[in-house]
């Protein structure tokens, strides 16, 4: 019975063109930012030359970013432009983890990581607030078990493959 469930709840967000772009964009580009997590240890204390009390801080900057993403930027985005906006969140995310890497500076770290948390906030908000929209109440909790799934699935995968590839080549690769 469980594996019907999963099927309508999948049925549902693959069945729409808007959620079946929007979250296959989104689950993507998770698989692929999350293979950084393995190296911003490493990114951090040897590349930048920074100690712990800074990576955690650099952490809780993408964290406080996410924060004011989907407390103070989500909600002002017009209900007619979720899907488009959410698109464009996903790649504000990816441009701030990429920008934290310019230059290998301190300073580009914290703005990368705000910019690249505060966009994640807003994604999340975005593509929550598209499955409310567009899936009906009966199957709101299928649908939802359906993207957390994949979500969880594609950052295990994700964590999984980062940690082989900085195991066998090192930090810089990843």
């Known amino acids: ?13 693959t069945g729409d ?11 993507g580009s998770l698989a692929f930012f999350s293979m950084s ?3 911003e240890v ?25 924060v004011a993403g989907a407390i103070g930027l989500a909600g ?17 995310q990816g441009a701030g983890m990429a920008g934290s890497t310019a230059g290998a500076v301190l300073w580009t770290a914290f703005a990368g990581f705000a910019v690249g948390g505060a966009a ?5 908000v975005l593509l929550r607030t598209l499955i409310h929209e567009r899936v009906p109440d009966a199957a709101l909790g299928r649908a939802f078990a359906a993207y957390d799934g994949a979500r969880n699935a594609a ?12 195991g066998l080549l090192g930090s810089d690769v990843a």
């Open 1 to 13: 019975g469980d594996a019907g469930r999963l099927r309508d709840g999948a049925r549902h967000l």
């Open 37 to 39: 997590i393995a190296a």
């Open 76 to 92: 002002r985005v017009p209900r007619g432009r979720l899907a488009a906006a959410a698109l464009a969140a996903v790649a504000i």
């Open 155 to 166: 950052e295990l995968t994700a964590l999984a493959a980062a940690g082989v590839v900085v």
């Open 120 to 124: 994640h906030g807003v994604k999340n």
């Open 42 to 66: 490493i990114y951090v204390k040897d590349v930048l030359d920074a100690g712990d009390a800074v990576y955690g801080l650099i952490m809780a900057t993408w964290m406080g970013g996410m």
């Open 17 to 27: 063109r808007i959620l079946r772009v929007t979250l296959a964009a989104a689950v």
